[in-house]
């Protein structure tokens, strides 16, 4: 019985954190600017036209409750580990899932103008942020 008890705390602990931290500010660009490995990233968003109308979290973390905090939990404790033990990415590169992120929320926002160009599926594989990365993060 003990052992269920404890299991409904955690449980409840888990789940109100996850409806917690987009209330945080961890999807802020002022957040995401307190590690020095994104100075530029946070630089090109705050003089780009996004900076008016998203987050840092609107481009970069999924939408669902539950999907949204387990992957902000990931990344943010994969971040966190990458900065404690001085192995930060001189480059931070996208990966195969936030590529998939990162396009579902071009989508989400920008979709009802892009038809089938934005569907990889049906346009060669094209990510949005290959082309129009500049518009955000110029290099």
Known sequence: MLEWIAALVVLGFCMMLMTRIPALGLSEAKFCGSCHAMDYEVSTYSHSSHARE????DCHDPHGLVTGSMYAAYTGSRD??????NTTPAEIRT???SKKVIQNN??????DIMGDIGDTSKNGGAYCFQCHRNIVHPK
């Open 54 to 57: 998203a987050n840092c979290g």
């Open 80 to 85: 966190v580990y990458r900065v404690v033990t």
């Open 95 to 97: 990966t195969s899932l």
């Open 106 to 111: 071009c989508l989400r926002c920008h979709g």
